[in-house]
């Protein structure tokens, strides 16, 4: 049974100095970055994995069943942002890299009770992501992950801080569960697996009796004598 983490940090949509001050110190130049959003506070920005935090993506609608299994039943969420029809889960560090095997541990994906279930992307060390502005102009989702290894979206991380390039909409990016302090608390892959696997039971609806034979005749048996 997990124990329950509720962190008043993580109930606001509101990225706040330091949780900025913590997602900047992801990069080679954190300075850099907070300078760009002093300066553009409506820029997102690229930032590598791997070393503050790594990110899971998750489809929209899964993903919000499995952050509704992590408040109501679990420890709580780390940061949470979305992008595109996408949700990501901000995770601790190595996540991206144990969380597939035991994904695959747990048969994701075979045929079954998670057949209809989509796969889980797993952004970390040579990886990065575009994370929401500290103020967006406005609150469409948004936050997209990328990658250099394969399966993944194709990405380098960036040398330096900078905002996406055009046709980039700033207004696409929103936080849902945005970070307000420099050492917020992030799920490991067991959480996250753990979260995943109640999400896909809730989405898929298992019985016990096999599917009834739709060339069977039926009979009324309460006329029986």
């Known amino acids: 049974m997990l124990t329950p983490r509720r962190c008043g940090c993580m109930s606001s949509s509101t990225l706040t100095s330091d949780g900025a001050a913590w997602l900047a110190s992801a990069g080679a130049y954190p300075r850099s970055t907070l300078a760009l959003w002093e300066e553009r506070p409506d820029a997102p920005v690229v930032l590598p994995c791997g070393s503050a935090f790594d990110v899971v993506s998750t489809p929209a609608i899964f993903g919000r069943r499995m952050l509704d ?7 709580g969420s780390g940061p949470v942002a979305a992008f595109r029809g996408r949700m990501l889960l901000f995770a601790a560090p190595g996540t991206a890299q144990r969380l597939p095997s035991l994904l695959e541990w747990e048969e994701w994906g075979s045929h079954g009770r998670t057949a209809a279930i989509p796969p889980l992307l797993c952004h970390g060390t040579g990886d990065a992501i575009t994370v929401p502005a500290p103020a967006p102009t406005a609150p469409t989702p948004a936050l997209t992950g990328q990658s250099t290894s394969p399966g993944r ?28 302090t420099r050492h917020p608390w992030l799920p490991g892959p067991e959480i996250l697996l753990w979260a995943a696997v109640r999400a896909a039971r809730s989405a898929v609806r298992i019985s016990i009796f096999p599917p009834p034979d739709q060339g069977a005749n039926v009979y009324d048996v309460s006329r029986r004598r």
């Open 153 to 180: 979206s194709a990405s380098t991380a960036p040398s330096a801080p900078s905002a996406p390039s055009a046709p980039t909409d700033p207004s696409d990016s929103r936080w849902l569960v945005a970070p307000d």
């Open 69 to 75: 299994r992590l408040w109501d039943e679990g420890p």
